[in-house]
């Protein structure tokens, strides 16, 4: 048996909590059971510490005084065996799809994992089950990541089951075939913006329900047409930054859409510098770009605030100027990696989301060097 003391705040009928006051102790047999629930059912207003089991994610998380987040976890035992690398499972979980490069530099089939909340180098999850495929843009549930066009030019839509490993599926389509598109979502619904359609770019956004096999339904359109855009979300609004209309018009353009809904996006503000190939990832309050080209380098990280509207602002850089890196996030954590420099790069940054200040040493992609690879996480802002 153990004893646990727990320091309750009076009474938080408001919330679910307790009513109960002082140092209270009880005893257990090594575990004790927090308040349980789904995001939907988050509870607002607590006392920051608060604690509770989320049950979409399975994790436990914590109210930081703003918003809910999840517990990271570093290190996980296993056996005698203390594991501190991406291989052991704990926390958020993120795939990085296909890509270019290696020696010689060739398109990639190749899926690698990794856990957003620990340190070190990714592993095999599995691979594109129909062949090679570079500039997919990616989306996810919580249980399901999606990948959509690329190149070779093309409409398929592959998804794997995150938490597992394995090949892709080949299970739905794009309204037409295209690469270079962007991908976002919530826990319901996907979005693939712009991309380039040959012989032209598209502003077109698809809409692909994650859960059904049926293709894509026609979204609406970007404020302008363009390929290479970063996408980030919250669970109610899609955000989609830069990007570019070859040869030579670069966009520091931020459209907006609400997801649950369809129609044209609307001007959110602009980034710092007009570029294109800046990789953005968000949790749900925040998001950003990194990295990008014009087509010089850049290292900049940019970030919004989701649920406003406004001109980005400066956050930190990336520990080398590149573009075309993957990116994702959780809660806490956004990852910036691979790219080219302009030979294709291995090395992953990271930065902590609601702070700012320049990215840090993640690990590396073990596969390979990789550029213009898709990322996605099962714990990204959208969910």
């Known amino acids: 048996m153990s004893e646990i003391r727990v320091n309750t705040l009076g009474n938080e009928s408001n919330t679910g909590g307790p009513v109960l006051s ?3 102790t009880f005893s257990g047999q090594q575990y004790f059971i927090p308040p349980t629930g789904t995001t939907a059912e988050r509870p607002s207003g607590c006392p920051p510490g608060s604690i509770r089991f989320n049950t979409d994610s399975a994790h436990l998380e914590y109210w ?36 270019y490069g290696g020696s010689p530099a060739v398109t990639k089939n190749t899926i690698d994992y990794l856990s957003i909340s620990t340190l070190g180098n990714t592993y095999n999850f599995g691979d594109i089950s129909s062949g090679t495929r570079y ?28 938490a597992s490993t394995g ?10 075939s295209k690469s270079a598109t962007s991908g976002c979502s919530n826990q319901t619904r996907a979005l693939f913006a712009g991309g380039f359609d040959s012989p032209s770019h598209t502003d077109v956004i698809d809409a692909l329900t994650i859960a059904s096999s049926a293709d894509c339904i026609d979204f609406g359109n970007l404020s302008v047409s363009r390929d290479r855009v970063g996408s980030i979300s919250s669970s109610t609004r899609a955000i989609f930054g830069n990007g570019l209309n070859a040869p030579t018009n670069e966009f520091n353009t931020i459209d907006y859409v609400t997801i649950s809904t369809t129609g044209n996006a609307q001007d959110f503000g602009d980034t710092t510098q007009a570029r294109w190939s800046a990789r953005a990832a968000s949790n749900s309050t925040r998001g950003m770009w990194g990295g990008g080209y014009t087509p010089t380098m850049y290292n900049i990280i940019d970030f919004v605030t989701i649920a406003t ?72 802002g959208g969910l």
């Open 135 to 162: 500039r997919a843009g990616c989306a996810a549930s919580r249980t399901r990541g999606v990948f959509a066009g690329g190149n070779p030019e093309t409409a398929d839509i592959h998804f794997v089951t995150i």
């Open 167 to 176: 090949n892709s599926t080949d299970y739905s389509n794009l309204t037409v």
């Open 64 to 99: 930081n005084g703003l918003v809910w987040l999840e517990f990271e976890a570093s290190s996980v035992e296993l056996g005698n065996q203390l594991v501190t690398n991406s291989t052991s499972g704990t926390g958020v979980r993120g795939l990085i799809v296909g890509g």
């Open 22 to 24: 002082g140092i209270t």
């Open 309 to 380: 509207t406004g001109n980005a602002q400066d956050f930190g850089d990336l520990n080398t100027a590149k573009g075309g890196c993957f990116s994702m996030a959780s809660s806490t954590r956004a990852l910036f990696g691979g790219g080219e420099t302009p030979t294709p790069q291995d090395a992953i940054d990271y930065v902590t989301i609601l702070s700012t200040g320049n990215a840090v040493d993640f690990g590396d992609i073990s596969s390979s060097t990789k550029t213009l690879a898709g990322g996605l996480s099962n714990g990204h």
